[in-house]
Nanobody
Framework: QIQLVESGGRLVQAGESLRLSCAAS????????MGWFRQAPGKEREFVAA????????YYADSVKGRFTISRDNAKNTVYLQMNSLKPEDTAVYYC??????????????????WGQGTQVTVSS
């Protein structure tokens, strides 16, 4: 089991920045990648960004590419999502997720095995 706790969500103005954190605990050694997803009211949960524990490359949805940066601190078992130039359409509950094993795409929600409770990000215009 892996426990994930997100933090950092709040109300911000358009154009501002925000950094989300996801602290992982438990049997984290079996996790191969971490992802950030978001879900806006009335919409499906969507991929935002992902990073593998073994590498430094980030993978991004087109809608956030160039504005968001995912990073990790292996010593702290923590993953971050730096969000710059926020837009009202970024408003959503943001979820952190852990993927176990190496099979399957890191872009798909169904490939992730553990999820946090989510943190609300609201961007006002």
């Amino acid at each position: 089991q892996i426990q994930l706790v997100e933090s950092g969500g709040r109300l911000v103005q358009a154009g501002e920045s925000l950094r989300l954190s996801c602290a992982a605990s438990g049997r984290t050694s079996g996790s191969t990648a971490m992802g950030w997803f978001r879900q806006a009211p009335g919409k499906e949960r969507e991929f935002v960004a992902a990073i593998r524990w073994s590498g430094s490359n980030g993978y991004y949805a087109d809608s956030v590419k160039g504005r968001f940066t995912i990073s990790r601190d292996n010593a702290k078992n923590t993953v971050y999502l730096q969000m710059n130039s926020l837009k009202p359409e970024d408003t959503a509950v943001y979820y952190c997720a852990a993927k176990m094993g190496t099979s399957g795409s890191i872009y798909y929600t169904a490939r992730y095995d553990y999820w946090g409770q989510g943190t609300q990000v609201t961007v006002s215009s």
